[in-house]
């Protein structure tokens, strides 16, 4: 008989939620001697916050994964969805595409029993200077983001900046965020520049060479004195996604991603403990009012960039404080990696579910068999090898659970921006082209 498996759930929120708050993101593969087939339907726990790492080598399917389960989100029910929101940080540019139907794979969905839609819930947010970049390359977005320039501190712009702490210019940096600090509740790069300049303490040659730095972060186009509003990009009921991928092409780009990632972690952090201590008293007080900040849950590609195994990005100490504290708040991460190999120790170990599909090296099997569970019986790769070899097939490993499921992803409703480009023309027009 085929029925509803729901992954991340405990037995106590199952007998609580029965099988509300879930989403769809596949079906089980179930094995008769030597006949594989799909049965029971796979669904995933959005209700409580969980560490969920993506695993799956180039092209094998975990950035369509991630999109599977933001869609899941996207079209949950109201009285569910007002309580929850996806953030997306999309570092490849990839996401945008959600506000548009899946026709490519048109007959794949009707085999599932599902349609081609587009989301009107998911916006796009571009840094505010790339606005116009983006409008002539005709990529759909909704509104400009920016971070309050006030909230990088002095170590985070000498690391940005590949300058060492105790030299003359890493002094001198610091010294100025924190006079700006301690004089202003917000500042812009040009209060930075003209703060630097009027400080005679540092010398003329430092000066000119701090001043040329900030003057090239202003083209960056992502600080502002005020910044975005954080509740705006964690509007109830919507999936954010916030597009850095303009800054890959950049010398420096990938400390760029990595500071937006690490700021915006922080601030999410830090609403949501407020936020839930309000809801604590609500609780306590028997009222039950709209979340200000409802429960979020951030997605992130090429993880093993951001929270390297070795050394530490602009990201890493925000990112492994989310993966450390973000269950009591209400903070769900997906984290999505070609190289678990190369990923913090802290998301393999800390990881409450784990989804991957085919890896080969044997560096990224061994980490995934470092974080084997005594309910396994096998050793990694003996699953792995199991699988059919169709797109979309992977293993999940469910510690609420205990168990180890072989699933196949259900087919996406929206265009997936991340599919491999090839040299065959397309045989359709699109409706939205």
Do not use: C
């Not at 094995?31 to 080598?57: F, Y």
């Not at 309580?83 to 506000?99: H, P, R, V």
Request: glycine share 8%; proline share 6%; aromatic share 8%.
């Amino acid at each position: 008989m085929v029925h509803k498996i729901i992954i991340g759930r405990s037995e106590r929120d199952k007998e609580k939620f029965g099988d509300e708050g879930v989403v769809l993101i596949g079906k089980q593969y179930i094995q008769m001697g030597k006949t594989i087939s799909l049965s029971n339907e796979i669904w995933l726990d959005v209700v409580r916050p969980h560490v969920i790492m993506i695993a799956g080598k180039r092209g094998g399917g975990k950035s369509y994964t991630m999109g599977v389960i933001a869609e899941g989100i996207a079209q949950m029910p109201d009285e569910v969805k007002e309580n929850i929101s996806a953030l997306i940080i999309d570092t490849m540019g990839i996401y945008w595409t959600m506000k548009h139907p899946n026709f490519r794979d048109e007959l794949l969905l009707e085999k599932w029993g599902m349609k081609p839609k587009g989301f009107s819930n998911v916006r796009v947010f571009v840094p505010h200077g790339k606005v116009d970049y983006y409008k002539k390359k005709g990529i759909s977005l909704d509104y400009p983001f920016s971070i309050p320039t006030s909230l990088v501190n002095g170590s985070e712009w000498n690391m940005l900046f590949g300058v060492e702490p105790v030299s003359p210019m890493g002094i001198a940096i610091d010294r100025t965020i924190t006079k700006l600090r301690e004089s202003k509740e917000s500042y812009d790069l040009d209060d930075i520049i003209n703060h630097i300049n009027k400080d005679e303490k540092i010398e003329p040659s430092i000066k000119l060479a701090l001043e040329s730095r900030f003057e090239a972060v202003k083209s960056w186009g992502v600080f502002d004195k005020k910044g975005t509003d954080i509740k705006k990009l964690l509007k109830p009921g919507t999936v954010s996604v916030v597009d850095v991928s303009t800054y890959s092409h950049l010398v420096g780009g990938f400390s760029v991603r990595a500071l937006v990632i690490g700021l915006l972690s922080k601030m999410i952090l830090e609403e949501r403990m407020v936020a839930r201590k309000i809801e604590e008293m609500q609780e306590i007080r028997g009222s039950n009012k709209e979340k200000d900040i409802p429960i979020v849950w951030v997605f992130i590609d090429e993880a093993h960039e951001f929270l390297p195994k070795e050394g530490k990005t602009l990201a890493t100490g925000p990112l492994i404080q989310v993966i450390r504290e973000g269950r009591q708040p209400g903070i769900s991460l997906v984290l999505a990696t070609q190289q678990p190999g190369k990923l913090h120790t802290d998301v393999l170990t800390q990881s409450d579910l784990v989804i991957s599909h085919r890896v080969t090296a044997k560096i990224d099997i061994n980490a995934l068999n470092s974080i084997m569970q005594t309910y396994l019986v096998y050793d990694i790769q003996k699953y792995l090898d199991m699988l059919p070899r169709m797109p979309g097939s992977a293993i999940v490993l469910d510690d609420n659970q205990e168990r180890i499921f072989p699933i196949q992803i259900r087919p996406r409703y929206t265009w997936h921006g991340g599919e491999t480009p090839t040299a065959m023309p397309p045989k359709k027009k699109l409706p939205f082209e």
